[in-house]
């Protein structure tokens, strides 16, 4: 239980993807844990009868046992639901895709037609024509 808070609290303050899903496997886990736990709890309340004298300390204990293993259940079962549905939340969001056509020049020769800046234009080749 202790291992999977961890992972719990980890999964909320770094969000991965990765982590979530690790949430929502321990807390799987840790319902049929804890489910394991309440039948036990349960069977040993009512069926065993004990031979101590002092019967109400230990149906005290067993007691509280038993409490604490359905707060660990109920606890398991809403962290539980939460990943699932920031699971679902996250899948549902789409990617943003950007198209860049190929025929865009790379730098445009005029200048913005709201710019107050002469145009830049690159200097012709040099004249090789006149050599001897």
Request: hydrophobic share 45%; charged share 5%.
């Amino acid at each position: 239980f202790i291992f999977a808070g961890c992972i719990t609290i980890t999964a909320t303050t770094r969000t991965s993807l990765d982590l979530v899903k690790g949430s929502i496997a321990l807390n799987i886990s840790n319902v049929f844990i804890a489910v394991t736990g309440i039948t036990l709890s349960g069977f040993d309340v009512s069926l065993i009868p004990h031979p101590f004298t002092s019967m109400g300390s230990i149906i005290a204990i067993l007691a509280l046992l038993l409490t604490t293993n359905v707060l660990q259940l109920i606890l398991a079962i809403t962290v539980f639901i939460a990943g699932c549905c920031s699971l679902r939340h996250a899948s549902i969001g789409s990617s943003q895709v950007f198209v860049i056509p190929a025929d865009f020049p790379p730098h445009s020769p005029l200048p913005p037609p709201y710019s107050l800046e002469p145009p830049v234009y690159a200097d012709p080749p040099p004249s090789y024509s006149s050599i001897s």
